[in-house]
């Protein structure tokens, strides 16, 4: 005899079970009959259910007594909903002018989770019915004896691109340097494809010998900039290129015969500069023909000292701008492209850089300081951010007392004519300081930027932040440069100063009717950008790179805020508070555990009691430690 | 009854009278004016019963009602997720109880603790005692201890009287499953109203010892 079902050793606790579910379900909907038969009759002979069937009713009845005791909901309910919603109708409002898509957890009619997992399910399955040896983008090749009936040869298929205009330098088959540019709608792979060639017109000769060391475009797209190496004993010119217009591509590509877009350019531009003095290959040993600095100060602006102003650039022609000099770090347009600002020293001579602005259509470039240690930094909107090296002496020896401040502008900087002197004092290492300022290019007025040791600063497009060394700067003992000193690279934030920029009292008129600025004297004000960390120092040691939060924090140094934590006696201080963590000043964090609780006690918000996890650990330069910490659960 | 009141609206019965959301989620686009009164008039009918479910849930009256509006205000933001009229109740304990379990979730990583800023003699207020004593008895304490998505089960179905579909939809699970959630709440219930009881009849007797024993002192 075979039994309907195989017993199993609990299937006594499995009527029991049963049993119960059928009670509590019993409460909310009648059981089927032939359930609520076997329910009856299980209880007619099970205590322990009957005893659970008891309390089940009895805890329901307890349970339905709450209705009774409703609790009455807060009379102003309906009024701070009705203003959170209309709160939120005004975002949805905002939302739906600027063409936001509304906040929603589903993705259509579909919850996120079943979207993405269609999605992975159409990738796989649009992989899988792709042909093993990638996407063929040509005509598909006729299948078995097809192929042998006289089918055109395959060949690539010109592949249409977004129209770009582009421009690069390259060498050409003679040596010679050449600026090109095109406006490019479709690439091939191949130079028997159907591309057409590019257009030979739009090829500019460079009259350079060595490959330059740096070349920029105008943002208006109207000149090129030509900085040529500086390796050559005669320094380094920078040259003014104008740029062919680039007719606009063709709306379909015609095919050609022509199987060499790289032709000899049919027409070439003149790249002569219109002096000889200012000619690239001009020989090293002539002076050279400056409007360029030389080692006095007052000469520098000086027109007079420049080659023959009646010279004025030809348009069609390029032209240098100046001579004879060594960028020292990189050239780079304003924004909206009417000035180029660079820093150079003289290629003879011991002197460091100073800070030379051209407005785009002069014939020549212009020192604008001659202290000879300005930097040129970067612009800042139409604003010349630079820096200057305040010097001075400190001796990192304890010994070395006689370093005295020495307050001449570059006394450090000349080595020692022999190089086989021995010093009889240990050498003190001497220490300069950087000082930033802004300097308006059409007036020269400075506007220091709040901060000491602030060096090559660095301001992000959107004006919120700013990267610069935060040291000290040690000559380099040429007498021209200068290399990094104590200090550490740091982001911080920058307050950009609304009110116009200051005039500086030192500016005097220059030869060129210019006022020369002597950011040395700059006076900082309450106008001024400054930055977030005043002492420039930036950030803690060990948060160097940037810190992607996603929340926002609330600073609360500076409070009472504390934290007492629950392993040790002593408080910490709250240091900062953001949705997911907190950080906190500890004086010592070696007792710390993996994970710690804590009752932190904030301004306005009541004691609350966390479970924190150190993330990270930095030590303040108040001799605390600094331990950022995740809220875990 | 609830049915359609006009073309393309539908009504939601107060019991007193018909609340007329016309050309709400039908469509399946959101309208500002039409969420405005459709949650009005959701307000108006259920806000006591899910600020009561709220209160049953976290056992804090004022947390209960940052909740409450919290919810009605979500109910406002995904009025156009509502496929039918009739289903508004259940949805809206839907949302009431993911704002619930979201805050539970929350307080479990972060807890705050009683304002301690009170003088030393001050004393809590009247109402704030009783409504401790009605959040505070053996049988709020045992729905406390049992997990929080049976607690929310236990009440929309005993206290709240929500039917079985209804439960199901509130949770967001199926009907079996939700049978099945309910199942296990009520032995939950049984066995920590048993441990609440033990543990009071322990604490009587401590009491009662205290008693005795000071008693004997003082002789």
């Known amino acids: 005899m075979t039994l309907p079902f195989r017993r199993r050793h609990n299937d006594h606790e499995t009527s029991h079970d049963r049993a119960r579910a059928l009670i509590a379900t019993g409460y909310l909907q009648p059981n089927e009959p032939v359930d609520a038969d076997w329910l009856e009759a299980h209880l007619a002979g099970c205590l322990e259910c009957r005893n659970d069937h008891a309390a089940y009713g009895a805890d329901r009845e307890l349970l339905r007594a709450l209705r009774e005791h409703a609790p009455e909901p807060p009379r102003d309910l309906w009024a701070r909903t009705a203003a959170a919603i209309e709160l939120e109708a005004g975002r949805r409002t905002r939302n739906q002018r600027r063409g936001r898509p509304p906040r929603s957890w589903r993705i259509g009619h579909l919850p996120a989770g079943v979207a993405s997992g269609l999605l992975v399910v159409l990738v796989v399955v649009g992989a899988s019915l792709i042909p093993r040896g990638g996407v063929q983008l040509g005509p598909t090749a006729p299948a078995g004896s097809d192929v042998a009936v006289g089918t055109p040869r395959s060949e690539a298929t010109p592949l249409a691109v977004l129209t770009e205009r582009l421009a690069w330098i390259q060498v050409a088959e003679d040596g010679t340097f050449e600026f090109r540019q095109a406006s490019v709608n479709e690439v091939c792979p191949d130079l028997q494809s159907r591309c057409a060639p590019l257009d030979s017109a739009m090829t500019t000769s460079l009259a350079i010998t060595q490959a330059p060391q740096a070349v920029l475009m105008s943002p208006t797209g109207s000149e090129i900039v030509v900085v040529t190496s500086s390796g050559s004993a005669a320094g380094a010119d920078i040259v003014v290129l104008p740029v062919p217009t680039v007719p606009p591509p063709p709306e379909t590509a015609a095919p050609s015969a022509s199987t060499d877009p790289s032709t000899t350019p049919s027409t070439t531009l003149p790249s002569a500069p219109p002096s000889a003095a200012s000619t690239p290959g001009a020989t090293p040993t002539e002076p050279p023909a400056t409007p360029t600095p030389s080692g006095l100060p007052t000469q520098s602006p000086d027109p007079s000292a420049s080659p023959d102003p009646s010279a004025s650039p030809d348009p069609s022609a390029g032209y240098s701008i100046v001579t004879g000099v060594v960028v020292v770090g990189d050239a780079a347009y304003s924004p909206d492209g009417l000035w180029l600002a660079f820093s150079a020293r003289l290629a003879f001579g011991v002197v460091g850089p100073d800070l030379y602005l051209w407005r785009v259509g002069d014939p020549l470039a212009t020192a604008v300081t001659d202290d000879h240690r300005t930097f040129f930094s970067g612009w800042l909107g139409g604003q010349v951010l630079a820096n200057r090296v305040e010097t001075g002496v400190v001796s990192a020896d304890p010994s070395a007392t006689a370093a005295a401040p020495t307050p001449s502008p570059a006394p450090t900087l000349t080595p020692s004519a022999d190089p086989n002197a021995t010093p009889t004092t240990p050498p003190a290492v001497v220490e300069d300081h950087p000082v930033a300022f802004l300097l308006d290019p059409e007036t020269l007025a400075t506007t220091p930027v709040a901060g000491t040791d602030v060096w090559r600063p660095t301001v992000d497009p959107t004006g919120r932040s700013v990267v610069y060394w935060s040291g000290t700067l040690i000559p380099d003992g040429t007498g021209t440069g200068w290399s990094l000193g104590t200090g550490r690279l740091v982001i911080d934030g920058w307050l950009d100063g609304s009110a116009p920029p200051t005039e500086e009292p030192s500016a005097k008129p220059g030869n060129s009717g210019r006022p020369t600025a002597t950011p040395a004297a700059a006076v900082f004000g309450p106008t001024m950008p400054v930055l977030k960390t005043p002492t420039g120092a930036g950030p803690l040691p060990g948060s160097t790179a940037p810190e992607n939060r996603k929340w926002e924090r609330v600073q609360l140094a500076g409070t009472r805020a504390y934290a007492q934590l629950s392993d040790r006696p002593q408080t910490a201080r709250v240091l900062d508070l953001g949705y997911g963590g907190v950080a906190l000043e500890i004086s010592s964090v070696e007792e710390l555990s993996a994970t710690f609780e804590a009752v932190l006690h904030v301004p306005i918000l009541p004691p609350v009691r966390v479970n924190l996890k150190p993330l990270y650990q930095v030590r303040t330069p108040s001799g605390q430690e600094r331990v950022g910490c995740a809220f875990v659960s | ?219």
């Open chain 2, 1 to 219: 009854m609830s049915g359609s009141s006009e073309p393309g609206g539908f009504a939601i019965r107060t019991g007193v009278r018909e609340w007329p959301v016309a050309g709400r989620a039908m469509t399946g686009t959101w309208n500002r004016d039409s969420a405005g009164t459709f949650v009005e008039a959701l307000f108006a009918r259920h806000h006591g019963e899910i600020y009561a479910y709220l209160l049953r849930m976290i056992r804090d009256p004022e947390l209960a009602a940052d909740l409450a509006q919290d919810a009605f205000v979500k109910a406002y933001r995904a009025y156009d997720t509502l496929e039918k009229g009739e289903n508004a109740r259940a949805w809206l304990y839907q949302i009431a109880h993911r704002v619930a379990l979201d805050h539970i979730r929350r307080r479990k990583i972060v807890r705050f603790l009683p304002f301690t800023g009170e003088s030393a003699g001050s004393s809590p207020s009247a109402e704030r005692l009783a409504m401790d004593v009605r959040l505070s008895g053996p049988l709020e304490r045992a729905m406390a201890r049992i997990p929080e998505r049976q607690r929310g089960a236990l009440l929309m179905a005993e206290v709240h009287d929500l039917t079985g579909l209804e439960l199901a939809a509130a949770l967001g699970i199926s009907h079996v499953a939700a049978r099945a959630l309910l199942t296990r709440a009520r032995e939950s219930l049984r066995q920590a109203l048993a441990a609440e009881r033990t543990a009071e009849a322990a604490a009587e007797a401590d009491r009662d010892a205290a008693y005795a024993h000071g008693s004997e002192r003082g002789r």
